[in-house]
């Protein structure tokens, strides 16, 4: 089994090597919100307010998806992905219409257990190929969780959903954790308690991810991030202890850098969005990524390809190497940067890496950028002097 996941995440790496040297013709990775509905009410992303438009249907989708011949890397995103009552058809739709897919990712609450567990189990059987990987969010302990989330009941639906998905074979199941105010010194209560729940969770199956303002995806402008304790992803990737696979090991990754990143120094890496990567609207309009609040067309009436090399396309694409967007560095937007550029990754990596190991026997020392404001030419340098804020885990 873990020779064949291994050739698979091989196969997921050629398919990536084209996006080294080239903007591919259609995108390679792709963000697909397909709902703005949510049954939770979580402060820290308003999606739940924005009234219902007319969101996609499954035959919409397919038919974008078929224009997408290159896909390999799907993240399937909400609001919460199963309030949708054809939320089944749409994986199976997905299944069937992405043949190139190699990674199929999605986050839930957890609130629909058996509608989640089924679609899992659909794909699966459909296509017994692909790496099928879902987060279930869960924020703190359980009358934590609640509060933050607005419904009590949300953490033990989640619970028994991360219970029902681990038991299911050939799905990749991670919790994920939006670090937030009302959380970040609460981190090592929910490990404790995640330990009681699930005593087979390793903390490497732990994700974190940093609250984000997003005005068309979260619709939470005006949130603020907090600054998370100092140590908080150090003491992370040392619970994590070293990585064993692919998955693991870009995890890692992006908590190192995501640390030096937190002390106002570059994420290092060009962002992949218009290059490699893009995202969907619920209702079909094509943006840059979940952050960038930049509408570049109609996926109803313009083909994807042509809309790919179109002139407002290409003019946000320059804007981001400029990072007139303002830079970020999330998960979403970051796995696809790190893999975009492997070689610097790796390179800056290990020299962070070394840095943490230094800190740790003589203390933290003063960050390279902290007196140095970023170059605006350098695609690798954000213009933010500190993370932009926060949200939701997404992908």
Request: proline share 9%.
């Amino acid at each position: 089994m873990h020779l064949v996941q291994l050739a698979r995440r091989a196969e997921l790496a050629l398919r990536l090597t084209e996006t080294w040297v080239r903007r591919p013709p259609v995108p390679t990775r792709l963000v697909l919100d397909v709902t703005r509905r949510c049954n939770l009410r979580c402060a820290a992303c308003r999606t739940w307010e924005a009234p219902v438009a007319h969101e996609l249907s499954v035959a919409e989708i397919a038919a974008i998806l078929d224009q997408l011949p290159r896909l390999c890397w799907l993240d399937v995103t909400g609001g919460e992905p199963f309030l949708r009552p054809d939320a089944g058809a749409l994986f199976d739709a997905i299944a069937d219409r992405c043949r190139a897919l190699r990674v199929l990712h999605f986050p839930t609450n957890g609130w629909f257990e058996e509608r989640v567990v089924a679609a899992c189990a659909s794909v699966r059987a459909r296509r017994p190929d692909l790496d099928l990987i879902v987060t279930v969010s869960v924020d703190g302990p359980e009358d934590l969780h609640d509060r933050m989330r607005g419904r009590v009941g949300a953490y033990r639906r989640a619970i028994a959903t991360l219970r029902r998905l681990r038991a299911l074979p050939g799905v990749q199941v991670y919790v994920g954790t939006t670090i937030t105010a009302d959380n970040q010194d609460q981190l090592p209560a929910l490990a404790q308690a995640l330990a009681r729940e699930l005593p087979e969770l390793h903390p490497r199956e732990h994700h974190l991810n940093w609250l984000q303002v997003s005005a068309h995806f979260f619709r939470n402008e005006g949130a603020v991030a907090p600054d998370p304790p100092a140590d908080l992803v150090r003491q992370h990737i040392t619970r994590r202890g070293l990585p064993r696979g692919l998955v693991d090991l870009m995890e890692l990754v992006f908590l190192i850098n995501r640390d030096f990143y937190g002390r106002g120094e570059p994420s290092g890496v060009p962002c992949q969005a218009l290059r490699s990567a893009a995202f969907i609207s619920p209702e079909g309009q094509l943006y840059p990524c979940h952050i960038y609040d930049r509408p570049l067309g109609d996926l109803r009436r313009v083909p994807f390809a042509e809309l790919w090399r179109s002139e407002p396309v290409l003019k946000a694409r320059d804007d981001i190497d400029r990072l007139a967007c303002g830079g970020c560095f999330t998960p979403c937007e970051a796995y696809p940067a790190l893999a975009g550029a492997p070689l610097r990754a790796l390179r800056q990596t290990a020299a962070r890496a070394l840095r943490l190991a230094r800190e740790a026997l003589e203390g933290p020392s003063p960050s390279p950028a902290a007196s140095c404001p970023a170059d605006p030419t350098d695609a690798s340098a954000p213009r933010l002097s500190r993370p932009p804020s926060a949200a939701p885990e997404l992908a």
